[in-house]
């Protein structure tokens, strides 16, 4: 065989297993031809699809980027137990991968990157699309995807494929290592014959790890959680990877502990279980803001503890306060200094956890608390959700119609701009794989392509794209594979002429907003600033690719015709994109949460003096954590 062909049916026998749970870890191939990878990769496929079309699927890719973003949406609708493999030419197609390995790393999800590589003969060096250094013949643009990688390597001789393609699966399959796992593959090797030993191409089982925590650590957690009398958890991605949620409401219920969730958390808790709170941090509720700030004991379960979480560090408020970290991966479960680690699996250590707090509850007037405050941010999201009848509604009112348009196991995805913050703080969360909000890398176009990754992933669900035309614009080509794969997805298309989310943080570092409007330019003042907004039409962008597009006339019934036109769009059979205006200076209430942004220490503008002076005072607040 070539080593391509060896390759591609080595991935079609490799099974994860998780339990009682069974899955392939490839469930397919992206792949976009070109020299470095036509007669390599692309032969393989074609083999096979004569040979057996079922064995390896094959899908198109518009854009390389796009298919890694496509793997991970897949990935996480699986739990991290599948994925698929990414294969791309030489040079640009290459290097078009990079984003989303450092997207799919930044997220702990698994995906396998085969990008093509220069003659490792070198017979005809330069090639086209090589990247020549003269203090170093060996390196090549892939080089860029090892800081990238959590497994890299080289196939530069044919028999190189065995310990590259065993190192690569067992990093995909490992919850502490996974992330973009790269293995490039130079396009003469591609195409050389080697021996295969039957044993490489037949099923083989990977059983993904689900550590239970040791006797001590789980006993100093547990006399921790036991002595607190304002705990709160914090509940991360693990949670939803480890398939945990169910467990984290049998603890929360028995311990009467409030859960608030990070980004990648969403969906942990239903929004209306009495024991939820909300999002926390900078993109956080009232609710659970208000509580972190007084909280004596946090139990984080499955967090990265990003700055969004922490609210740059200034969430957590209370001296003293003690932090019970349960991660699969120590890297997290020491952070902020906490001395109370937890190193196993989220559902194992919940399990184990509430064993040992048998009979442990919190106080009465501590619960009627955090109850209070609840309702009171329930309220204040009711209130914004209100349809007021504008032409150009807020992004706010224009959440609440999705969402209400919405059915439970839905899946709303994002990933950049101001969305994710009024998603995470406004979307009623009722399924644990119902959000789906990429905010790790928060990766500008991201979401198209996440969302028909998430729909490969759960085609029993539909799967809601909500996505600014900031976002939009930057990668909305994968609508052609919606289209041509006849895959339903729905595109709610929020125009609002620029960058709003960093329109709105430019304002409060004081910047003016200056180079976040879509205008003409100004040659004069050297801006983008004033004007009517660009004849930019991307509506009518939407159906030239194939996809039926609903446009929200504006008017005062614009909320009424959008909860119309999501319900037309989940009664359809392929994509659908909804189109609406929407005015970017209306905004979502409150969190009382904080996101460190640093203001020019020294300034001749007036706004940006004042927002030093603000920002100095928030900055005081920030506290290290440590001990």
């Known amino acids: 065989m070539t080593v391509s062909q060896a390759l591609m049916e080595f991935l079609a026998h490799q099974w994860t297993v998780d339990g009682e749970h069974r899955e392939r870890t490839i469930a397919g191939t992206f792949g976009i031809f070109g020299h470095g990878n036509v007669a390599g990769v692309g032969q393989a496929l074609k083999q096979l699809a004569v040979d057996d079309p079922a064995l390896m699927p094959y899908y198109q890719a518009r854009n390389e980027q796009a298919m890694v973003h496509e793997s991970v949406g897949y990935a996480r609708m699986h739990r991290r137990r599948g994925t698929f493999a990414c294969a791309a030419s030489v040079g640009p197609g290459a290097t078009n991968m990079l984003t989303g390995a450092a997207l799919a790393t930044t997220n702990r999800l698994p995906v396998l990157l085969l990008p093509s590589d220069t003659f490792a003969g070198r017979v005809a060096d330069p090639v086209l699309q090589q990247l020549e250094l003269p203090h170093d013949a060996s390196m090549s643009v892939n080089d860029a995807f090892k800081p990238l990688s959590r497994f890299f390597d080289r196939v530069n001789r044919p028999e190189q494929l065995f310990s590259a ?69 914090v509940a991360g991605g693990g949670v939803i990877y480890s398939d945990a949620a169910a467990s984290l409401r049998a603890f929360a219920h028995a311990t009467g502990i409030p859960v608030a969730t990070t980004q990648a958390g969403g969906g942990a808790i239903p929004w209306d279980d009495a024991l939820s709170l909300g999002s926390i941090g900078s993109t956080g509720t009232t609710a659970a803001n208000r509580i972190a ?4 004991l946090v139990i984080g379960i499955g967090t990265r503890y990003s700055d969004f979480t922490t609210a740059s560090r200034t969430a957590f408020a209370r001296d003293g306060v003690r932090f019970v970290n349960v991660n699969v991966a120590s890297f997290d479960a020491y952070k902020h200094g906490s001395t109370l680690p937890v190193i196993a699996d989220a559902r194992e250590a ?130 052609v594979s919606a289209v041509a794969e006849r895959i339903k997805l729905i595109v709610v298309l929020i125009q609002n002429h620029g960058f709003a989310s960093i329109g709105h943080l430019s304002e409060t570092v004081g910047s003016q907003r200056y180079g976040t409007k879509y205008r003409f330019r100004d040659d004069a003042a050297n801006a983008f600033d004033e004007g009517p907004a660009l004849p930019v039409d991307l509506a009518a962008n939407a159906e030239s690719l194939g996809v039926d597009v609903i446009r929200i006339e504006q008017t005062p ?45 020294v300034s001749e503008l007036a706004s940006t003096q004042t927002a030093k002076t603000e920002y100095d005072a928030q900055k005081a607040r920030q506290r290290p954590f440590v001990g």
């Not at 502490?176 to 396009?187: H, N």
């Not at 990977?206 to 550590?211: A, I, N, Q, T």
């Not at 006399?223 to 009398?229: S, V, W």
């Open 165 to 233: 393609a065993l190192g690569a699966m067992r990093v995909l399959t490992d919850p502490v290592e996974t992330g973009a796992v790269t293995i490039a593959l130079p396009e003469d090797v591609q195409a050389e014959a080697l021996d295969v030993p039957l044993e490489f191409l037949a099923d083989r089982e990977w059983h993904l790890r689900r550590p239970a925590p040791e006797r001590g650590p789980l006993a100093r957690a547990a006399e921790a959680i036991a002595a607190a009398q304002r705990p709160i958890i």
């Open 293 to 296: 700030a007084q909280a004596d």
């Open 350 to 479: 919940l399990i184990a956890l509430r064993e040992a707090l048998a009979g442990f509850g919190t106080p009465a007037a501590y619960r009627d608390e955090f109850a209070r405050e609840k309702r009171a941010w329930n309220a204040t999201v009711d209130e914004s959700f209100t349809d007021r009848g504008l032409a150009r509604p807020s992004q706010t009112e224009i959440i609440g119609a999705v969402n209400a348009a919405s059915d439970p196991r839905d899946v709303v995805v994002c990933a950049a701009g101001s969305l994710p913050g009024d998603l995470h703080k406004l979307w009623r969360v009722r399924d644990d794989q119902g959000y789906h909000v990429e905010y790790a890398f928060s990766c500008m176009g991201y979401e198209i392509a996440g969302g028909l990754g998430a729909r490969r992933g759960a085609p029993d669900r539909d799967v809601i794209v909500m996505v600014g035309d900031g976002s939009y614009l930057m990668m909305h080509t994968e609508l």
């Open 557 to 601: 019934s614009a909320i009424a015709d959008l909860s119309a036109a999501v319900a037309k769009a989940k009664a359809a059979t392929g994509p659908t994109l909804i189109h609406i205006e929407s005015d970017p200076l209306l905004f979502s209430p409150e969190g009382e949460g904080w996101w460190d942004v640093p203001v020019a220490d």
